[in-house]
């Protein structure tokens, strides 16, 4: 069984930031896809950012240029940087790692 514990959500002013981290309970060295989703109230969960064991990084338009994935394979974390906070950023946020996913972590955004 592997854990992933998300953490860093918050209350944030639109145009502010944060910084998600999930932390797994086994080395994630090797692991290849390791990703971000979130879930609004009344929408379908779906991919916010993804990264492979290369570091090859991919992610949905909206928040291109504003939300940076990243791995650290010695801390066992993922992280997700996210800038320009925009009030439809809100939403739980999701680690997923094969068929693992996290608690999730809710993240709110004001006006």
């Known amino acids: 069984q592997v854990q992933l514990v998300e953490s860093g959500g918050g209350l944030v002013q639109a145009g502010g930031f944060l910084r998600l981290s999930c932390a797994v309970s086994r080395s994630i060295f090797g692991v290849n896809a390791m990703g971000w989703y979130r879930q609004a109230p009344g929408k379908q969960r779906e991919l916010v950012a993804a990264i492979g064991i290369d570091g090859r990084t991919t992610y949905t338009d909206s928040v291109k240029g504003r939300f940076t994935i990243s791995r650290d394979n010695a801390k066992n974390t993922v992280y997700l940087q996210m800038n320009s906070l925009k009030p439809e950023d809100t939403a739980v946020y999701y680690c997923?790692?094969?068929?693992?996913w996290g608690q999730g972590t809710q993240v709110t955004v004001s006006s």
């Open positions: 997923h790692i094969s068929i693992y």
